[in-house]
């Protein structure tokens, strides 16, 4: 998939979330490149588009350690329930090098895994990551 679709399913997975959710889930959504050691942004959808990647590295926390592993696929994705204020809450592999992030500003993941509709809000977002398995986003820089 382009940059183009894969934003476009960002954004229908995210409002979709939000609808089952009954509030927002995640308030940032970025899709980065970590290709030839170099952090890019290519597309980003929040609160702090500056602040973004000036803190990006302080901001993975502790989903850093699971974001250097080659262990993941595409379509792949990992939550960490200690991401607190910027800190990422997740990621899900969208191609070589690819990931999409995915933050809640205000709350951490423990907090929003608490909410009763949060078994309800997974379902568009494992959706899209089958997606996301089946047509990785392909971007060259």
């Excluded at 509030?23 to 702090?48: C, H, M």
């Excluded at 910027?86 to 969208?94: G, K, N, P, S, Y």
Aim: glycine share 6%; with cysteine; aromatic share 10%.
């Amino acid at each position: 998939m382009t940059l183009q679709e894969a934003t476009k399913l960002i954004k229908e997975c995210a409002d979709q979330m939000n609808a089952r959710y009954k509030k927002t889930v995640f308030d940032e959504w970025a899709i980065i490149s970590l290709a030839q050691k170099k952090s890019r942004i290519l597309n980003y959808i929040g609160p702090r588009n500056d602040d973004f990647l000036k803190n990006f590295a302080n901001d993975l926390g502790a989903l850093r350690a699971e974001l250097v592993k080659d262990r993941h696929g595409v379509g792949d994705f990992e939550f960490t329930r200690h991401g607190v204020g910027t800190l990422f809450e997740a990621f899900v592999v969208l191609g070589d090098g690819i990931y999409l992030i995915c933050n809640n500003t205000s709350q951490t993941m423990e907090d929003i895994a608490k909410h009763p509709q949060w078994l309800e809000a997974q379902k568009p977002f494992v959706e899209f990551s089958d997606k996301v398995r089946s047509s990785p986003l392909v971007y060259n820089l």
